[in-house]
């Protein structure tokens, strides 16, 4: 589904992916772990076509994104929710949604399939953004991104500053996208979060994937766990 091959990307001068490779397969969850600063988000930001990639190349279905801007790689199927979540906050939730529906390529969801998802957001429709608690501004990133219909699911770091209440209910939920084929990719500092949903982990560390394998490789490994993620 998602193919990085010899990344190199960053800031400005600072250089901060140095030929990083990546595969997400299709169906699958894939999470990328490592400690702050390794690259995780700027991985992310590369693929969304949000910072250039310098060199090496990215393609989504063998297709390439390169040079491509934000909206142009939305279009082409990717869903994204920063870190930041990145809402209208003067918009309403219904607003928010509709913005996002009408951007959105043709598919399962609509926004009565990501109200039945995200109930909660059903009830507050009406309420602008900036009137969310943190936990349902996650549940309308999220939502927001799924009404593109995408092929690739990308998330930022979903679970920080969430209580564990809510933390469970976004667990359960994208179990639920699971289950049902959807492609994810997680960054997640949530050790036990990710290897709990993940199919597949890939450790990054200065810049470069530095281990790949399943969830249940990485928790048997626990001076990897020390090395890399300060577990």
């Known amino acids: 589904?998602?193919?990085?091959?010899?990344?190199?990307?960053?800031?400005g001068e600072t250089q901060v992916l140095y030929g990083l490779n990546l595969t997400a397969q299709a169906g699958k969850v894939t999470a990328i772990l490592g400690r702050n600063g390794a690259g995780k988000s700027t991985t992310l930001k590369t693929v969304m076509?949000?910072?250039?990639?310098?060199?090496?190349?990215?393609?989504?279905q063998?297709?390439?994104?390169?040079?491509?801007?934000?909206?142009?790689?939305?279009?082409a199927g990717i869903g994204y929710v920063p870190e930041t979540r990145d809402i209208f906050p003067s918009l309403s939730v219904k607003e928010n949604l509709e913005l996002a529906a009408s951007r959105g390529?043709?598919?399962?969801?609509?926004?009565?399939?990501?109200?039945?998802?995200?109930?909660?957001?059903?009830e507050r429709l009406a309420n602008g953004g900036q009137q969310l608690s943190g936990g349902e501004q996650q549940m309308l990133a999220i939502a927001r991104a799924l009404l593109l219909n995408p092929v690739l699911l990308?998330?930022?770091?979903?679970?920080?500053?969430?209580?564990p209440i809510i933390v469970k209910l976004i667990y359960d939920k994208l179990q639920e996208l699971r289950q049902a084929g959807q492609t994810i990719v997680l960054v997640e500092q949530n050790?036990?979060?990710?290897?709990?949903?993940?199919d597949d982990v890939?450790?990054?560390?200065?810049?470069?994937?530095?281990w790949t394998g399943t969830p249940a490789d990485i928790k048997a490994d626990s001076k990897l766990q020390h090395t890399w993620l300060g577990v």
């Open 105 to 122: 390529r043709s598919g399962d969801w609509t926004m009565d399939t990501v109200i039945d998802l995200f109930p909660r957001l059903g």
């Open 202 to 210: 890939a450790v990054v560390g200065k810049g470069q994937v530095v």
């Open 62 to 75: 063998g297709h390439p994104l390169n040079g491509k801007p934000p909206y142009a790689v939305a279009n």
């Open 1 to 11: 589904m998602l193919d990085l091959t010899g990344v190199c990307s960053g800031y």
């Open 154 to 163: 990308m998330l930022d770091e979903p679970t920080e500053g969430l209580a």
């Open 49 to 60: 076509g949000l910072l250039p990639v310098r060199q090496g190349e990215v393609r989504l």
């Open 191 to 198: 050790f036990g979060f990710a290897t709990a949903l993940a």
